[in-house]
């Protein structure tokens, strides 16, 4: 037999784990690089955030096709404790702007996995596969904290034609209405939604531009652009990297290999399924191999 210390039981989903104390201890803090700004002026922008657990992959296992913008929402919902004493839930999350979902996204692969990140690019140049690392704490954001919900720009049409165009910036509700849409359509339709009463009034090409880049002056974001040299063909490139997608990739074990972790523990630990799963990966992948210390033959 080995020794171990019993994990804090938990039933009953994330909350309960959170408040009975077993992944509380790996809770963290962060400020949002955006914010949100209530309708009644209050401003929430300190995150409690606490790392996915078994829960959120076994999710993951299970809705191998799900858009990355639902599976932000879900992890969101589940793994964001607070925002300024506000309970997380679907609703905030999806509230978030696009910005503070990403950011949050990569504080949550930071608690969850570490800070180092690997991956594996393709250059467009020769084909090339090479690998990348970077570190969550070098990826660099643009901070603007958010002072009002709506914000107006003099669009001009032609001379002597302006007017004032009343809009909000596109947060996590947005980015799933226009799941499924093309691309086009997609940005049509995220401006629309973002236009005071609708947008009902029909808004000229150029009107849609002036639009997008004041709402990129205002959004927080993340600036995940790597500027990478190919070590094959000396090409230099740049690529768009996109961590939530990339994390959620990471977390996304195979269904039948959690199971074998969980069916691992229970056997050996008898824990209960709740309780294994209840545990981070990377308690449950210590356990593991404490685990596989202890019976490996003399
Ligand atoms: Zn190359």
């Known amino acids: 037999m080995i020794e171990t210390t019993r994990p804090t039981p938990a039933v009953g ?18 400020t949002l690089p955006g914010g949100l700004v209530l309708d009644d002026g209050r401003f929430l922008g300190e995150a409690e955030l606490r790392p996915l657990s078994g829960y959120e992959e076994d999710w993951l296992a299970s809705h191998p096709g799900v858009p990355s913008a639902l599976a932000t929402t879900y992890l969101l919902a589940r793994c964001l404790i607070s925002l300024d004493g506000v309970p997380g839930d679907r609703d905030l999350a999806r509230r978030l702007l696009v910005g503070d979902r990403d950011f949050l996204m990569l504080q949550l692969r930071r608690i969850t ?36 919900t709506w914000h107006v720009a003099e669009l001009s049409d032609g001379p002597g034609r ?22 086009q359509t997609a940005v049509g339709a995220l401006l629309r939604r973002c236009l005071r009463d609708g ?9 849609k531009t002036g639009i997008a880049n004041a709402m990129a002056e205002l959004a927080p974001d993340l600036d995940l652009e790597l500027e990478l040299n190919c070590p094959e063909c000396g090409e230099a ?9 990339f994390f ?8 039948h290999q959690l199971l074998r972790e969980v069916h691992a523990l229970a056997f050996y630990y008898h824990w209960s399924e709740s309780e294994i799963l209840s545990l ?19």
């Open 13 to 30: 989903g994330a909350r309960t784990v959170v408040a009975s104390g077993s992944l509380v201890r790996d809770a963290t803090r962060v």
């Open 113 to 148: 996995l570490g800070d180092r990140i690997s991956a594996v690019l393709v250059c467009p140049g020769c084909q090339a596969r090479m690998d990348v690392d970077l570190a969550v704490g070098e990826v660099p954001v643009e901070c603007r904290p958010q002072g009002a």
């Open 162 to 183: 302006s007017r004032a165009v009343h809009f909000r910036l596109p947060n996590g509700a947005d980015q799933e209405a226009v799941l499924g849409l093309d691309p």
């Open 199 to 207: 947008g009902d009034a029909e808004l000229a090409e150029g009107e």
């Open 237 to 245: 490139f740049l690529a768009p990297f996109d961590t939530s997608a």
């Open 248 to 255: 959620l990739d990471e977390m996304r074990v195979r269904g």
């Open 280 to 298: 981070t990966r990377a308690r449950r992948r210590a356990y593991l191999a404490l685990l596989a210390d202890a019976l490996r033959p003399e």
